[in-house]
């Protein structure tokens, strides 16, 4: 009886052992592992919003693409002034516009458009709203989304 009893004993240890829910404390290192994204797009795109002090004021889209022009001049020079970007949308009430830029010129245009503060001798200032590799991701944005 003893025996059977015994062996009783020890099966319910093991099945709590096995059942129990406290963890025991291993010592486990931590591993990170890195992602790297390389886009495989040559250009991002930029949703921009022109600000004018004066909101009466209206540009054309070739006014509009001369005054990042300059803005890219002043900062940078003639080198500058020739970094390739396209002016794909251009609302004029809004003064709003979507850029396509090489990847190479982003960090540039995007300097040059902070740091433009006139136009006309009066105040502006570009806000940038999105920048995506993809054209697709300016389609939609979630903090002005109405549900």
Not at 42 to 70: D, G, Q, R, W
Request: net charge negative; hydrophobic share 40%; charged share 20%.
């Amino acid at each position: 009886m003893t025996t059977a009893l015994s062996q009783t004993v020890v099966e319910g240890a093991a099945w709590r052992q096995e059942h129990t829910c406290v963890d025991t404390m291993e010592e486990k290192s931590a591993s990170y592992e890195r992602v790297v994204y390389k886009n495989p797009s040559e250009y991002h795109y930029m949703k921009i919003h022109l600000v004018l002090e004066n909101a009466n004021t209206t540009l054309s889209p070739e006014e509009f693409k001369h005054l990042i022009i300059c803005g890219l001049k002043d900062l940078y020079g003639e080198v500058g002034a020739a970094i390739p970007f396209d002016v794909l949308t251009f609302d004029q009430t809004a003064l709003s516009a979507i850029l396509r830029v090489f990847n190479r010129g982003l960090v540039k245009l995007w300097s040059a458009l902070t740091l433009t503060g006139s136009y006309a001798n009066e105040p502006c200032a570009f806000r940038v709203t999105q920048v995506s590799p993809f054209l697709l991701a300016l389609s939609g944005n979630s903090r002005e989304m109405d549900l």
